[in-house]
């Protein structure tokens, strides 16, 4: 009986992936810069995501702070919700998804450096590389001067 609970559980957990795979993908791809987001809002009634405003507000959110990485937040779900359906057991899932966020982070700040678009994280951590950067050889090479 309990590994049909857990036959069970692991699909319901893998569907509800699933969902959130084509939520996320969906909204993301039907994206609009009209749309109202969060810290954009605009007075007209006319939202094109298809998810209508809950869509807007999540793709709209998520591309302006991550950029361009925001889409593989999608098919992070994707593979988690196709390995829990498959019944493939997922070993280290705390370490799998710490070094997915730190993939997003450095793919955010590597995008603003090709002049893509890094996002708001992006912007952020470039700006910061770059003034510490520059800190360092002002001050290692000062005494050439």
Same mark, same amino acid.
């Given at each position: 009986m309990q590994k049909f609970i857990t036959f069970i559980l692991n699909r319901i957990t893998g569907l509800l992936f699933i969902t959130i795979f084509v939520f996320s993908s969906i909204s993301l791809l039907s994206r609009s810069s009209n749309d109202p987001y969060y810290g954009h809002y605009v /007075?007209?009634?006319?939202?094109?995501? !298809? +998810?209508g405003s809950m869509g807007s507000y999540f793709a709209g959110t998520v591309y302006i !702070?991550? *950029? /361009? =990485? =925001?889409?593989? @937040? =999608? $098919?992070? !779900? %994707? $593979? %988690? *919700? +196709?390995k829990k359906i498959f019944g493939?057991? $997922?070993? %280290? @899932?705390l370490i799998r998804l710490t070094s997915f966020i730190v993939s997003i982070i450095l %793919?955010? !700040? $590597?995008?603003?450096?090709? =002049?893509f678009n890094g996002g708001v994280l992006g912007n952020i951590l470039f700006e910061i590389i770059n003034n510490q950067l520059e800190n360092v050889f002002i001050n290692k090479y000062a005494f050439f001067i």
């Open positions: /007075t007209n009634e006319n939202i094109n995501n !298809f +998810f !702070f991550l *950029g /361009t =990485s =925001s889409y593989l @937040i =999608s $098919i992070f !779900f %994707l $593979i %988690l *919700g +196709f493939i057991q $997922i070993k %280290l @899932i %793919l955010c !700040f $590597i995008f603003k450096y090709w =002049s």
